[in-house]
């Protein structure tokens, strides 16, 4: 009986590590997985470079930026300053911030759970293109925010904004009278013994630290700016190894640091699937919670079922990789459900002139494009606000991307002149037509 037991495992193991082998190879997950089931280790492995002109390979030791997994880190120092008598959660902003509008409409609820209708600062495209790299005080982050105002009124609606986590990050600071960085360091990361976990990515000087990347491809890998961490701060700063998250992730399912009552409350619904920095799903019917995250270079996904004790980390420096899906895979794996596969597809070679007929752009929607353009033998497509991806022809007027599990077909008029294109990705098939 035991050995069968090993077994199973041993083969469930060798299908996870097929599956993310396969992501890899189509150019669709580059990074580490951690992955848990009885609250006991279960896989771990890197993939693919965490520096890809080097050659230097991901393992399990490698050091990632992990964006919006952060949230949940503020929320619980939120939730311990609260159990401290230090604040309260139905506090109004005006008790912290006196001079932000609505701050008397507002309360630390509000903030934790996306519903304060504050405008979200990576919204701000010049910022966005400009202002994300270099060090920002406090007044010069919320001189990006503050005064653009969305007449949503507090508490209606689910509203996703990092800036929400600015202002805690910010609280955070006055109340403990300490940096965000140490008061993080001294209420979670040594009580839990997160010593490869920090905040100012840009300066750290280790080994093991990943280069990220916009996409990673042979020879063309466009690396990724360094966000500074005073502009992701509460939001987004933190960088960590997939075995120092699953500290935290083992933290939070035994819940410790704070009282059963506070985890419970931070893990519930607020609104939109959404609690105290923390997302709130089902995974094969079982209570799933986590965080999703991405950063310059970076993409993170951490959710985890305390049924089963079943727990999934995901990090990658490359940071169009899809992580759910990869995710929802290896819960199937674990669970002995049926899984999917990328569909395998092979790259052919076109003749150039034939790509020049594909050059244009095409509108999908009102204000939203993908124009395509010819470098060189290589054909790329860029979405409106979104980072310019090479795109594979699997054969005439047929192409595939290998950083997201997406294709473009391209249809042709009665005198085989290309006029309009296909974006299949998702389930969905959308239609634009050529400008």
Excluded at 108 to 127: A, K, M, Q
Excluded at 307 to 330: C, F, K, Q, W, Y
Excluded at 380 to 393: C, E, H
Aim: with cysteine.
């Amino acid at each position: 009986m035991c050995i069968t037991g090993l077994q199973a495992q041993d083969n469930r193991a060798k299908t996870i590590d097929s599956v993310l082998s396969v992501y890899n190879r189509q150019g669709m997950f580059n990074g580490t997985v951690l992955v848990t089931q009885y609250n006991r280790p279960f896989f771990a492995k890197g993939y693919g470079y965490k520096d890809a002109v080097k050659k230097q390979v991901n393992d399990t030791n490698t050091i990632f930026q992990i964006g919006s997994i952060t949230k949940t880190f503020t929320a619980t120092m939120i939730l311990m300053l609260q159990e401290q008598g230090k604040l309260h959660v139905k506090d109004k902003l005006v008790k912290y911030l006196p001079d932000y509008p609505d701050a008397d409409k507002i309360t630390v609820e509000n903030l934790l759970t996306h519903t304060s209708g504050i405008y979200n600062y990576t919204e701000d495209t010049v910022f966005a293109n400009k202002g994300m790299f270099t060090a920002k005080s406090r007044k010069e982050m919320l001189a990006v925010f503050k005064d653009k105002l969305t007449g949503i009124e507090p508490g209606t609606i689910f509203s996703y904004s990092n800036s929400n986590y600015m202002l805690l990050g910010y609280i955070i600071e006055d109340i403990t009278g300490k940096p965000y960085y140490t008061a993080l360091r001294e209420m979670i990361l040594q009580p839990l013994g997160m010593r490869n976990t920090g905040c100012d990515f840009a300066v750290l000087k280790n080994k093991n630290k990943a280069t990220g990347y916009f996409s990673m491809e042979d020879n063309n890998s466009i690396k990724a700016p360094l966000v500074d961490s005073s502009v992701s701060y509460a939001a987004g700063c933190i960088y960590t190894t997939a075995g120092d998250l699953l500290k935290w992730a083992e933290a939070v399912q035994k819940e410790q640091l704070l009282s059963k009552t506070s985890w419970q409350t931070a893990t519930t619904e607020y609104k939109q699937h959404y609690g105290y920095g923390w997302m709130i799903g089902e995974a094969l019917s079982k209570k799933s919670i986590g965080h999703n995250g991405g950063v310059h270079g970076f993409v993170a996904n951490m959710f985890m079922t305390k049924e089963d004790g079943h727990t999934v980390i995901l990090l990658s420096n490359v940071m169009d990789n899809d992580l759910a899906p990869i995710r929802r895979n290896i819960t199937a794996i674990i669970n002995d459900k049926p899984y999917e596969l990328p569909e395998f597809r092979k790259e052919v070679k076109l003749p150039v002139t034939l790509l020049k007929e594909y050059i244009g752009s095409y509108e999908l929607a009102p204000n939203f494009l993908i124009n395509i353009t010819l470098e060189g033998d290589k054909l790329f497509a860029q979405a409106t606000g979104q980072t310019k991806l090479r795109i594979y022809a699997e054969r005439k007027d047929f192409f595939f991307l290998k950083l997201v599990d997406a294709q473009i077909s391209f249809g042709r008029d009665a005198s085989a002149k290309v006029e309009k294109l296909s974006l299949r990705q998702g389930g969905r098939i959308v239609l634009g037509m050529k400008k």
